[in-house]
């Protein structure tokens, strides 16, 4: 048993010699991926047998934990450049990508890697100037307001404020010329009110409202028949009206323009009647002189036709032959006919008719009949009493009174009259009326027709039989009915002939017969009235139906305010004292016939009347005031002269005022002037259009009659409010620019020289550039609440308050955003020490000149300042404030430097910069293999190995594996021996004489190897040599195999010691790796 015990703990002891052998002598990179511990993407680089370094492949940045020690372990891809500034060039390197700004752009980056945040070098570019990155840099422009002065090819390096004309702000017309004044003496005068002024340009006329004060705002061009009478018609005459021309027309010629704005462009001779003055029964005929002459027509007369051809027909009376000249017999009475154009001649009843023609022309000749005495002459057998008088081939009854009244018609005479023809004839007085009808049967609407003005047509005789009738049975209905004899129909006309208003039904003018001197005129109309309205409004009962309105047509109107309305003109009797025109209708004067109109409001905005510009007061508004009563005559005149001269003439009827008042109350902005709301009243039905009454009217006010509201002396104001716009009804800012987008739709701006407060609502809170105050109220500045607000003559500045930094974004105002400064905190930092801001709102302390930073300092706490940042040592090598190599000599030099020396036995890796980088040669922590080198900035000591060598302290030994696989299995092949030899000697029983001595006997040895086992190595270990020669082969044997255990062992847990613990010092590992070579040499 302990032969096999003893076997085993050989083999154990083999195989942990053979696997540190493999280790050491194997190419990791070559044999396998777990032979190394290297990144999958990294190179695995053989550097000795057993040995090997990683290497990040180029675009891979080493992220290894200890990428000095162990590099190539961690490897991640380098980004492409997405962490350069866009205005930073990239630049791929083995470390990854390299950035640099470019040109014209300054590194900001916060960290040590460069080109993370490049910004504009715009310190080349004005104060006052906009810096733009270009590919060829950055490219600077002035501001707006400021006028580029730079000298040379680059621009926005000089930026002087530009003055008002050259910067566009100011209102001169776009056809005047600015024109800036001198400077003025601050001092003198703080604000000027205007610094330029302006001047129209040739070819245009001042019109501005203040031509003294404010010139060239509004200029107007000149247009004159000199350079533009072309344009008129041959037949036209041009003349010069203000700032432009007018045509007309010639004398004897029409205007037949295509725009009735531009008259005078197409005249035609016109036809001399086509505007003349004849009597309405008279025809006019054109003269070859271009006049034209009247001559009354048929059946009537003209009063003035002896006197001048230029008066003739304009007078014509219906003729009445009987009062003209005729050849009756100056005994006859002469008697007028049907036809009005003709009459007879009837002789006395005491004359005997001795005309020629009796029967076709009676009472030519009248003899009168001699009178004898009385005699009783008794008439014979054959003779008759004579009754009738011959009448073409009728007689007339002389019983019943009658008369020939024309061939084959039989009448009562002149003066007379009866109700029915079997009736004898009385004397008769006529009493003319006109009544309106309407309907001639239920819902038979009647219309007058030219047939109606035939007095011998089937439509005319039908309804004067029917009206005669139904009059005879209305008026018979009445009291007057027993003085009542008959009616007779005049004529029949159109109701538009007595009112303008009345398009429906027909006018019937008559004559009532009644018992001379019995009945009042007014009475009998009253009478029939109260007849009409008993049936209905029907005549008698019967199918003819009159107007309601049928007592307009009264020949006794009542009296109003002691006047007599003319129902002619359509005048009614208003509240029993004044005529005028029925509600819904207007006339121009107390004249002129009154119309059915419809009205159409907008206000005019007049600025002045004449040169005196006019400026609102209570007096204006208030309808009992003369001022007031004056400026709506002149207003309502001057309309009433203006809409004749367009194409509105046959439409416009009146003009009326309903108030005056402020600008303002439309836009607050609006101070001058005032404003007429009024009421244009047009024909019905004239207008289809309501807007074009409007523009009508303005454009004539403002193109052709240069700005004067006909010739009152009111002007109005260029800029008009229009009702028919949707900015007329606006909610802009008042200093606000409302923009007709649309039928119903606007959008705002703020005006010149103010700008918008919310441009997300624009012109809507819009406050001046100048002189405005933005610092009394937050709302209207955007600096920041950690920022001063300093009132500028043009806006204002915001200034961050001492310990606040401006970090306004790129775009926005300075001072919109202010950052607090850490620095601006006095405790931020200790003694002896200055504050620093740095980027992203962070500082540091940084020390004062002559005075060093100890905060890094190791010794420190031992020296008692571990509250001290800064101090002026004396000695900086003692505090370990130095960058020397911590193998190298620092030498302290006043005041607080120092310098640095490598030791003896080391090599200075920087000779420019001595005692930062010091190598060891062969030093013992390299275990005499390799080279020392320290790293100042990590503190660490790595092993540069020498040839032949390899590890991480050169411990391994550079041999081919063949030589290896032989060893091992040589080494197997004495293992094997020794175990049988061992298993043959256990058999034979060749110690069997020293059997009985016990392992104890190791124990008196102690003593003396106790030295060697007193040193401070972690495990006993076995001394060689000495008292071994007095032990016996069985001792010996076993001590051996102890001793080759036991130094196995020690030598695997050297190692697996040193390699957990690396915290312990260098300098320590050295001597360990010292004591293991004296103990144990190679």
């Known amino acids: 048993m302990a032969v096999s015990a003893l076997s085993l703990v050989s083999l154990l002891i083999l195989s942990v010699v053979l696997l540190h052998l493999t280790l050491a002598h194997s190419n990791a990179c070559k044999e396998s991926y777990d032979l190394h511990d290297c990144d999958e993407i990294s190179e695995c680089v053989s550097t000795q047998p057993g040995s090997y370094q990683c290497r990040c492949p180029k675009g891979y940045a080493d992220r290894s934990p200890d990428p000095v020690s162990k590099p190539g372990r961690k490897c991640e891809k380098v980004s492409d450049c997405s962490i350069c500034s866009p205005n930073a060039s990239c630049e791929q390197t083995y470390d990854g990508a390299k950035c640099q700004c470019k040109p014209g752009f300054v590194d900001k980056s916060p960290g040590p890697e460069k080109g993370r945040r490049c910004e504009k070098d715009c310190s080349i570019c004005s104060p006052n100037a906009v810096c733009e990155q270009s590919y060829d840099g950055p490219k600077c422009q002035c501001k707006p307001g400021f006028i580029d002065q730079s000298t040379g090819p680059d621009r926005g390096r000089r930026c002087e404020k530009a003055g008002v004309c050259s910067a566009g702000e100011h209102d001169c017309d776009p056809n005047a010329r600015c024109v800036e004044k001198p400077n003025v003496d601050p001092g003198l005068q703080a604000y000027v009110e205007a610094q330029f002024t302006c001047i129209c340009l040739p070819g245009f006329r001042d019109r501005s409202l203040d031509p003294v004060n404010k010139p060239g705002r509004l200029c107007v061009k000149q247009e004159t028949c000199a350079t533009n009478g072309q344009v008129c018609s041959r037949n036209a005459i041009c003349e010069n009206v203000g700032d432009s021309f007018a045509c007309r027309c010639k004398e004897g010629y029409v205007d037949q323009s295509a725009d009735p704005a531009k008259p005078g462009r197409t005249c035609v001779p016109e036809d001399p009647c086509a505007n003349n003055n004849c009597d309405s029964a008279a025809t006019c005929y054109p003269l070859s002189n271009g006049g034209f002459t009247c001559k009354c027509s048929v059946g009537y007369r003209d009063q003035d036709s002896a006197v001048n051809v230029n008066t003739q027909g304009r007078n014509c009376v219906k003729r009445h032959p009987c009062q003209e000249n005729t050849d009756c017999d100056p005994k006859a009475t002469c008697q007028e006919l049907a036809d009005g154009l003709s009459y007879t001649c009837i002789c006395p009843a005491d004359s005997i008719d001795n005309s020629m023609d009796k029967t076709n022309k009676p009472g030519r000749v009248c003899i009168e009949a001699s009178i004898d005495e009385p005699t009783t002459v008794k008439p014979t057998a054959n003779e008759q009493i004579k009754t009738t008088i011959p009448c073409g081939p009728t007689k007339c009854k002389i019983e019943l009174g009658e008369v020939c009244l024309a061939p084959g018609l039989c009448g009562c005479p002149t003066g007379q009259g009866r109700s029915t023809p079997n009736d004898k004839c009385q004397p008769m007085e006529k009493i003319p009326l006109v009544v309106r009808i309407v309907e001639k049967a239920p819902q038979e609407p009647v219309l007058y027709s030219s047939e109606f003005g035939n007095n011998r047509s089937a439509p005319y005789v039908e309804l004067a039989n029917e009206f005669k009738q139904d009059m005879g049975k209305a008026i018979g209905s009445t009291e007057i009915a ?64 009159v107007a309601s309105d049928v007592n307009l047509l009264t020949p006794c109107p009542p009296t109003c305010g002691g006047t007599v309305c003319n129902a002619a003109l359509g005048e009614v009797c208003i509240a029993g004292s004044v005529c005028g025109c029925p509600s819904g209708q207007k006339r121009a004067s107390k004249n002129e016939k009154c119309y059915e109109v419809e009205p159409v409001k907008f206000p005019l905005w007049v600025i002045r009347k004449n040169q005196d510009h006019l400026v609102f007061n ?465």
């Open 482 to 545: 027993p003085k009542y004899i008959t009616s007779d129909v005049s004529y029949i006309t159109h109701p538009k002939t007595v009112n303008s208003t009345w398009g429906d039904g027909i006018l019937v003018n008559f004559t009532a017969g009644v018992v001379p001197g019995s009945v009042d005129r007014c009475d009998l109309w009253d009478k029939m009235m109260d007849s009409f309205q008993q049936s209905n409004q029907q005549i008698g009962g019967g199918n003819l139906k």
């Open 618 to 1082: 209570s007096t204006f508004e208030n309808p009992q005031d003369a001022v007031h009563k004056e400026y709506v005559n002149l207003f309502e005149s001057g309309v009433a002269q203006s809409y004749p001269q367009t194409k509105l003439k046959e439409s416009f009827v009146v003009a009326e005022v309903n108030e005056i008042f402020h600008p303002n109350a439309l836009n607050a902005s609006w101070d001058k002037g005032l404003i007429f709301n009024s009421t244009m009243y047009f024909k019905k039905g004239t207008v289809t259009i309501p807007s074009d009454t409007y523009y009508t009217l303005i454009r004539w006010i403002m193109d052709k009659n240069d700005y004067q509201i006909g010739r009152s002396g009111l002007y109005l104001n260029p800029y008009q409010p229009d009702i028919f716009k949707a900015c007329f009804k606006n909610d802009c800012h008042p200093k606000g620019i409302c923009i007709d987008i649309g039928p119903h739709e606007y959008r705002c701006e703020c005006g010149a020289n103010y700008r918008d407060l919310n441009p997300t609502n624009p012109g809507h809170d819009c406050i001046p550039n100048d002189n405005f105050g933005d610092c009394d109220n937050k709302s209207h500045n955007n600096c920041s609440e950690n920022a001063r607000c300093i009132e500028l003559d043009h806006l204002y500045k915001c200034e961050c308050f001492p310990g606040f930094e401006d970090t306004s974004p790129p775009g926005a105002i300075a001072g919109s955003v202010c950052t607090h400064l850490p620095c601006s905190d006095v405790n931020y930092c200790p003694a002896n020490t200055t504050c620093v801001n740095l980027p992203n709102h962070e500082a540091k302390c940084q020390c004062n000149r002559e005075f060093v930073d100890i905060s890094h300092s190791e010794n420190r706490v031992s020296l008692g300042l571990s509250n001290s940042q800064c101090m002026n040592p004396q000695d900086v090598c003692a505090l370990g404030l130095h960058n020397c190599s911590k193998v190298a000599i620092c030498t302290p030099k006043p005041p607080g430097d120092y310098t640095c020396k490598c030791p003896p036995n080391y090599v200075d890796g920087d000779p420019s910069n001595p005692g930062r980088i010091c190598a060891g040669l062969l030093c013992p922590m390299c275990n005499q293999h390799g080279d020392c080198i320290h790293d100042p900035k990590t503190n660490n000591i790595t092993c540069a190995c020498a040839d032949g060598w390899t590890g991480e302290f050169c411990e391994l030994s550079a041999t081919s594996l063949p030589a290896i696989l032989f060893i091992i299995l040589a080494l197997l092949f004495l293992l094997l021996a020794l175990c049988c030899l061992l298993y043959l000697c256990t058999k034979c029983r060749c110690f069997k004489r020293h059997r009985e001595i016990p392992w104890s006997a190791m124990d008196s040895g102690s003593s003396d190897i106790s030295d060697l086992y007193s040193q401070p190595i972690g495990i006993p270990r076995a001394k060689l040599g000495g008292d071994s020669d007095s032990l016996g082969s069985d001792y010996t044997i076993r001590e051996e195999i102890e001793r080759r255990v036991t130094t196995d062992i020690t030598r695997t847990e050297q190692r697996v010691v040193e390699t957990e613990d690396e915290s312990h010092e260098v300098m320590d590992r050295s001597a360990s790796s010292m004591r293991r070579h004296e103990y144990y040499p190679s």
